[in-house]
């Protein structure tokens, strides 16, 4: 086969969205071991065209990226104009596979996308309203997917009974975790224990909760925040005992990961949660939200709050870090299940059966 694969996104710093696109077609192009071609491709900024090739250093695949003065106006543009089709850049191709900032027009071939969740949907005032006014137009053309994966069991109900589509088209891609995340190497050092979470600072992700929670804590332990800025409420993040420590590479990231005591993801809604699996998978003791859209990410190895409910943060908190021996050991062997190449044999299988 001839794979189309959109890596637009990555032209943007990396949060759970990139990571999965990279994540999975490293996956993809392992498991296709050269029996086929792929084809990296993106309209995109001049940033773009510096950052897309970093992100996708070291994966096997063709990249074909073409530069576009105002590239998000243009993508959306052609999206919903609907012509050209994608061929007339890339030549023919079996299939086409797109993400998050455009929905391409095709002549021919399979159609393919991955939805990562329907938060804009369920909650339209945690997400900016150029944020809706995108992923909504694309949730309407997964009625043209032959094939739309879903990063949880969870998001894969969520696209059947929310956008109707046909269950025999929804498969199940839950993500892998990077090499980069061991147990094994460096740790990072703040001066004493540390509770660590990792979040973009929206509404959704909550961190508010953790605030309160290291409050009634006490100066039991330093609450680390690492993430880029976001929108919307932020959390007050200046009190004593709270550090922010930037939106770290991936290197660094890992490092937090197993200086933590703990390792919190107080998210409101999930589609997988992927920091949950990076943190088991560096050997931290993790605490994750009660949401069920959490618990394939949580699995039996990590505890579990109330996302509403400080106390009760701060209650599995302190659990969480006596109990690290057990919860680290769960979590290694929880997080092991989870590659990306079972992501790209996941698409292949799809594709090869519809052809």
């Known amino acids: 086969m001839r794979i189309a694969f959109d890596v637009s996104p990555l032209a943007h710093e990396r949060t759970g ?14 498991a296709a ?10 309209p995109t900024s001049p940033r773009g065209l510096r950052r897309i090739p970093e992100a996708l250093d070291g994966i096997q695949v063709d990249v074909k990226l073409r530069f576009l003065p105002f590239a998000h106006f243009w993508r959306q543009a052609w999206s919903r104009a609907g012509r050209p089709p994608l061929e007339r850049f890339l030549g023919a191709f079996d299939v086409l596979h797109y993400s ?9 071939g399979l159609r393919s996308t991955v939805i990562h969740d329907l938060v804009p949907l369920h909650h339209r005032d945690w997400v900016t309203p150029r944020t809706y006014t995108m ?8 009625s043209s997917c032959d094939t739309v994966f879903a990063n949880s069991a969870f998001t894969a109900h969520d696209v059947v009974e929310t956008l109707h589509v046909d269950a025999t088209r929804v498969i199940e891609a839950p993500p892998g975790v990077d090499p980069v995340y061991t147990p094994d190497g460096d740790r990072s050092n703040l001066g004493g224990d540390y509770v660590l979470t990792v979040a973009t600072l929206e ?7 953790l605030v309160e929670a290291h409050r009634l804590l006490g100066d039991r332990f330093l609450l680390a925040v690492a993430g880029g800025e976001g929108w919307g409420e932020q959390p007050q993040l200046g009190a004593p005992g709270i550090a922010r420590v930037g939106r770290p590479d991936d290197a660094a990231l890992a490092r937090l990961y197993r200086g933590a005591s703990v390792v919190a993801y107080p998210s409101r809604f999930e589609g997988f949660g992927m920091p949950v699996l990076e943190a088991m998978a560096s050997g931290a003791p993790v605490v994750a939200s009660s949401h069920p859209s959490l618990d394939e990410a949580a699995g039996d190895a990590a505890l579990r709050a109330d996302p509403e ?16 021996e057990e919860l680290v050991a769960r979590g290694l062997e929880h997080a092991r299940r989870f590659t990306w190449r079972r992501v790209g044999e996941t698409m292949l299988d799809a594709w090869s059966s519809r052809r």
Do not use: C
Request: charged fraction near 30%; proline fraction near 5%.
């Open 309 to 324: 409910d400080a106390a009760d943060w701060a209650r599995a908190l302190e659990d969480a870090a006596s109990r690290r």
């Open 203 to 209: 509404p959704r992700k909550n961190l508010q909760v």
């Open 135 to 142: 992923h909504s137009a694309k949730y309407r053309d997964t």
């Open 17 to 30: 969205i990139g990571n999965y696109i990279r994540g999975s077609l490293g996956g993809l192009a392992e």
């Open 33 to 42: 071991d050269g029996r086929h071609e792929i084809v990296a491709f993106a």
């Open 100 to 108: 998050d900032w455009m929905y391409p027009p095709q002549r021919a």
